[in-house]
Nanobody, 126 residues
Framework: QVQLVESGGGSVQAGGSLRLSCAAS????????MGWFRQAPGKEREGVAS???????TYEDSVKGRFTISKDSDKTTMFLQMNSLKSEDSGMYYC????????????????????WGQGTQVTVSS
């Protein structure tokens, strides 16, 4: 059973940085897909970044050059380093994973994922 727990959210001023962590357990596949999503009030949940087992990453256009997704070597923790934060980055951030073996490239569509964390709130004030 895959379980995901996010941490690291908070409130920062525009231009600041935050680092989100996702503690993952139960991922047994050697090839996997994991990602970060966010959801602002009244908006759809959108993919921010994804990472696959070979380390390849995919980013949503608005965060390219500002956000970095990474994972530790034993795949138990995934990170999202967020720099140069903007007010439009505010929202609930979710860690996600696909529980079955994944052979493809990164994906930002939420339908590719079937395991979700509870979320951590990020608030950026201008």
């Amino acid at each position: 059973q895959v379980q995901l727990v996010e941490s690291g959210g908070g409130s920062v001023q525009a231009g600041g940085s935050l680092r989100l962590s996702c503690a993952a357990s139960g991922i047994t596949a050697s090839r996997y897909l994991m990602g970060w999503f966010r959801q602002a009030p009244g908006k759809e949940r959108e993919g921010v970044a994804s990472i696959v087992s070979d380390g390849n990453t995919t980013y949503e256009d608005s965060v390219k050059g500002r956000f970095t997704i990474s994972k530790d070597s034993d795949k138990t923790t995934m990170f999202l380093q967020m720099n140069s934060l903007k007010s439009e980055d505010s929202g609930m951030y979710y860690c996600a994973a696909r529980s079955s073996t994944w052979y493809g490239s990164g994906r930002l569509g939420k339908n590719w994922y079937n395991r979700w964390g509870q979320g951590t709130q990020v608030t950026v004030s201008s």
